[in-house]
């Protein structure tokens, strides 16, 4: 193994474990224009993440999670929160696939994304990546829900 790949290992298992130990965009927006619960039945993992967007409706001035699950689940929303908070909607939904396509080894982010490639490290365990993309998934359905407010049906990421 290279160097530079045991280092990005290392580097991935710091981030994830500093994520879901502090993260920090848990909790709800408030105002709430978008909530979303997900789900994944094969491990468990739940997510309700909660969207403050701005006042054209347009571009997500905040992003918050609750919610339980492992150490990936979460991580991965703590990034993805802060990678999308101030992000117009049509650039979140891009990098809603760019994140799938990134899981299945195909791309990554660019360098001002760069935290959110570290996330790679999940690609190598397949059986983790629906905890890596159980977020982002919950977040799509989320922006693609025309109407705000909450609704009791989980979005699944089987």
């Not at 360098?111 to 190598?124: A, D, I, P, T, Y």
Request: glycine share 6%; net charge negative.
């Amino acid at each position: 193994m290279s160097s530079s790949l045991g280092n990005l290992r290392d580097l991935y298992q710091q981030v994830i474990l500093e994520r879901y130990k502090k993260p920090r965009h848990r909790g709800k927006t408030d105002p709430v224009d978008r909530y979303q619960k997900g789900h994944n039945p094969s491990c468990g993992d739940t997510i309700e993440l909660t969207l403050k967007l701005n006042a054209a409706g347009d571009t997500i001035d905040a992003v918050k999670f609750e919610g339980e699950g492992c150490a990936i689940a979460m991580a991965s929303a703590d990034l993805m929160a802060e990678a999308l908070t101030g992000r117009p909607i049509a650039e979140a939904l891009e990098m809603v696939q760019r994140f799938q396509n990134m899981m299945q080894g195909q791309e990554e982010f660019p360098q001002e994304f760069r935290k959110l490639n570290v996330m790679q490290g999940v690609s190598q365990f397949p059986v983790r990546i629906k905890c890596a993309t159980l977020t982002w998934h919950t977040l799509k359905a989320a922006l693609e829900a025309a109407e705000p407010g909450e609704t009791d049906h989980f979005i699944s990421n089987e």
